[in-house]
């Protein structure tokens, strides 16, 4: 893959592993592994306070992006002299992914990345899902959460946020074939039989 750059960019479910598959994944390439460290990235590219970074994330988690898919990449020409917080902090992190993918391998975790980076030929696009049964002990230990009912109401409100973020601020649909290039259900395969699969994708779409 001379010239060529290796970048992973993972959507997942909540409590599905997926960020866990996309640590194993950089840690047997040596690769970089940008999710919430994305912050002191972009801080670092435009040198923007990290706070200020912080608070505008914030409210993109905040659940105030209107309920319309392809809301903000339909019209971003229209709406751009009139631009949210939110659509301010989508493009910082937008561009400082299409920077960092011209010029270095990586693993991605979330940001929208299957979605900004739909277009490029070095990015294997994953999406990671489960059953219920699988996810609700995970969500339960990473959130500190005592019942099964609190596990499924924690994992319907991030997917709802993650989804309506990926709809507005693209044109393609969140946890579908349309963004991705393979989807994987972990409650099948397990974290590790997951990551042993995706890792003969990569050796067969890299040739690594």
């Not at 290796?6 to 598959?21: N, P, T």
């Not at 994330?57 to 319309?68: D, F, N």
């Not at 259900?185 to 890299?206: L, M, P, R, Y």
């Amino acid at each position: 893959m001379e010239g060529r750059h290796m970048i992973i960019s993972i959507g997942r479910e909540c409590g599905s592993g997926g960020h866990e598959i996309g640590e194993k994944l950089a840690a047997m390439y040596g690769l970089k592994l940008y999710d919430k460290n994305m912050i002191g990235a972009i801080a670092a590219h435009t040198g923007k306070d990290a706070d200020y970074l912080v608070k505008l994330e914030e409210k993109v988690k905040s659940g105030i992006l209107p309920v319309q898919r392809d809301g903000f990449a339909a019209h971003r020409h229209e709406l751009m002299s009139s631009l949210t917080k939110t659509d301010r902090f989508f493009l910082l992190e937008k561009d400082l992914i299409l920077t960092l993918a011209g010029k270095e391998s990586f693993v991605l975790i979330g940001r929208a990345g299957n979605a900004i980076l739909a277009d490029n030929p070095d990015t294997l696009k994953l999406y990671v899902y489960a059953s219920e049964e699988f996810k609700i002990p995970r969500v339960k230990e990473r959130f500190h959460l005592d019942t099964d009912k609190e596990a499924i109401e924690k994992m319907k409100q991030v997917d709802k946020e993650r989804k309506a973020y990926f709809e507005y601020y693209s044109d393609k649909a969140w946890g579908t074939s349309d963004a991705h290039d393979f989807m994987i259900d972990t409650s099948v395969f397990g974290i590790d039989g997951a990551v042993e699969i995706i890792n003969g994708i990569i050796k067969k779409k890299f040739g690594v």
